[in-house]
């Protein structure tokens, strides 16, 4: 089946750095790529939807110049958290969709996260 | 504002019985999906559902978009099952569309 990675899978960073986070998608190209955000022990956000070489479109509340997402190629999608602090902390997921044929929405595959700690 | 209600929120099945797990929404949809997270945290979209009926193998969804719920059945259930489930919503709230995500129910299938 398809599969998408996400590096780093973990990440330490002291509070005010900038951390990336890369999801690509391996073996097909993705026109559409997603970024999840869920705290511990509760569940997801929808952060943004990216398309390649267009802006990403974020959801109500999520702030886009904090979290910073690039999606350059079909193939690679990044998300920056930027000045990142403790409440930054959180395991950031990641998703890639292909259209099918006619414009069909195909399945998403998601990548396996990445934790993000900012201490 | 939007609310998606999941029920029940812990469910343990003996291996090979079957479920039933419950989205309810609070307003009409454009769109809704169900979720599958495994205990290691690897998710997979298990269907696209704003309305009807899907199946796909064992599973299978039914959206009454019009009585606002969603339901996900499982059958024969086995121990690769377990995880959270996960429904979500999107809906048009304030001029903005926004997906909204219930709290998952947990699902345990022991041996």
């Known amino acids: 089946g398809a599969v998408v990675s996400q590096h780093p899978s973990r990440v330490i960073c002291k509070s005010g750095t900038s951390v990336k986070i890369e999801c690509r998608s391996l073996?097909?190209?993705?026109?559409?790529m997603f970024w999840y955000r869920q705290f511990p022990k509760k569940s997801l956000m929808l952060m943004a939807t990216?398309?390649?070489?267009?802006?990403?479109?974020?959801e109500q509340g999520v702030e886009k110049d904090k979290f910073l997402i690039n999606h350059a190629s079909l193939t690679l999608s990044t998300l920056t958290v930027t000045s990142a602090h403790p409440e930054d902390s959180s395991f950031y997921i990641c998703s890639a969709r292909t259209l099918g044929a006619g414009g069909v929405r195909e399945t998403q595959y998601f990548g396996p996260g990445t934790r993000l700690l900012v201490l | 504002g939007i609310q998606v209600e999941q029920s029940p929120p812990d469910l343990i099945l003996q291996e090979g019985a079957n479920s039933t797990l419950r989205c309810n929404f609070s307003?009409?949809?454009?769109?809704l999906q169900w979720f599958h997270q495994n205990p290691w945290g690897q998710l997979i979209n298990l269907f696209y559902?704003?309305?009807g009926t899907k199946q796909n193998g064992r599973l299978s969804a039914t959206t009454v978009a019009t009585e606002r719920y969603s339901l996900l059945y499982i059958s024969s259930s086995q121990t690769t099952d377990s995880g959270v489930y996960f429904c979500?919503?999107?809906?048009?709230?304030?001029?903005?569309?926004?997906?909204?995500f219930g709290i998952g129910t947990k699902l345990q299938v022991i041996p």
């Open positions: 990216s398309n390649e070489g267009s802006k990403a479109t974020y």
């Open positions: 073996d097909f190209q993705a026109t559409t």
């Open positions: 307003d009409s949809v454009n769109n």
């Open positions: 979500a919503v999107r809906m048009n709230s304030g001029g903005y569309q926004k997906v909204t």
């Open positions: 559902i704003p309305s």
